[in-house]
C-alpha cells in the first residue's frame, strides 16, 4: 500500500479499497488488512471517516520547531512535583511498519516503553516510546520512575540528529484513561525520530492533554 501511495497510483483523498479486495489483492488474512490500515491511520498516512471509509490524507503543511527537552526537568523548572508510571516495559517483536522506520529487518525485537508523566500528580504526557537494543542495550534496566528515557538516551548519544512531528490527533480510550482527559477533549502529538551516524535509536510518539499542555517556543535573534 505504501508502494502505490508512493508511487502515486493511489494519490492524496484515493479512497483505498475494502477489507476484502486488500485480501484478494494481496492474498493475506483480514487481520493482517485490518492491522495495516490500522497501523498507517495511526502514522497518519491514511485518513478513516466513518459511513464512507478510508482515504489517502492529504499532505500536511509543517513549520520546523528545533528544541527538544526533558519532560522531568521542565516540569520542576515550573516549580512543580514531576512522577512517573510506567504502564509497559518490555522487549519484543516489532511490526513491519516500526521495524521500517528503525531500518531492521523482519523478525528484529524492539525495546517499548509506555510511560505517563505527572505533574503535581495530574498527567500532562504519555509517552509511548521504542528504542533499538543495538543502540541502548541496557535500557529495560533502567528504574524510569527516577530518571526518564529522554535522560538516558542523551547520556548515551548527546547529539543525535532528528526529526519531529506535531499533530492534533482524536484521543482514544485509552489516552482517555491515562491522560484523564474530559469527553471531546482534543490531544497533541508529538512524534520524534532520533539517530546517530550508523543507526536510528528511537522513535517516541507524546500525547499531551491539549487543556493542559501548550507548546511555548522563543524568537531569538541569528
Given amino acids: 500500500m505504501l ?15 475494502s477489507e476484502h479486495k ?26 478513516r471517516v466513518k459511513g464512507l471509509g478510508t482515504f489517502v490524507a492529504p499532505p500536511r503543511s509543517h513549520m520546523t520547531i528545533v528544541r527538544v527537552s526533558d ?29 521500517a522506520s528503525f531500518n531492521l529487518p523482519d523478525g528484529s525485537a524492539l525495546f ?14 504519555l509517552e509511548d516510546r521504542l528504542v533499538n537494543p543495538a543502540a541502548a542495550p541496557d535500557f529495560l ?17 548527546p547529539y543525535p540528529e532528528g526529526r519531529h512531528v506535531i499533530r492534533a490527533v482524536e484521543a482514544t480510550e485509552r489516552l482517555r484513561t491515562l491522560l484523564a482527559l474530559q469527553p471531546g477533549e482534543p490531544c497533541l502529538e508529538i512524534e520524534r525520530t532520533t539517530w546517530t551516524p550508523d543507526r536510528v535509536v528511537t522513535v517516541v510518539r507524546l500525547f499531551h492533554p491539549a487543556m493542559r499542555f501548550e ?8
Fill in 112 to 125: 517499548h516503553l509506555v510511560a505517563v508523566h505527572r505533574e503535581n500528580g495530574a498527567p500532562v504526557a
Fill in 141 to 157: 534496566e533502567q528504574d524510569f520512575t527516577s530518571t526518564t528515557a529522554f535522560a538516558f538516551l542523551m547520556a548515551l548519544s
Fill in 3 to 17: 508502494d502505490r501511495i508512493g508511487s502515486g497510483e493511489w494519490p492524496p483523498l484515493h479512497r483505498i479499497p
Fill in 22 to 47: 486488500l485480501m484478494a489483492t494481496f492474498g493475506v488474512s483480514r487481520m493482517t488488512v485490518h492491522t495495516a490500515l490500522s497501523e498507517l491511520a495511526r502514522d497518519g498516512v491514511l485518513t
Fill in 71 to 99: 519532560p522531568a526537568e521542565d516540569i520542576r523548572q515550573r516549580g512543580a512535583q514531576y512522577a512517573c508510571d510506567v504502564v509497559v516495559a518490555m522487549k519484543r517483536r516489532g511490526s513491519a511498519a516500526e521495524l
Fill in 215 to 222: 507548546l511555548v517556543g522563543a524568537i531569538e535573534p541569528r
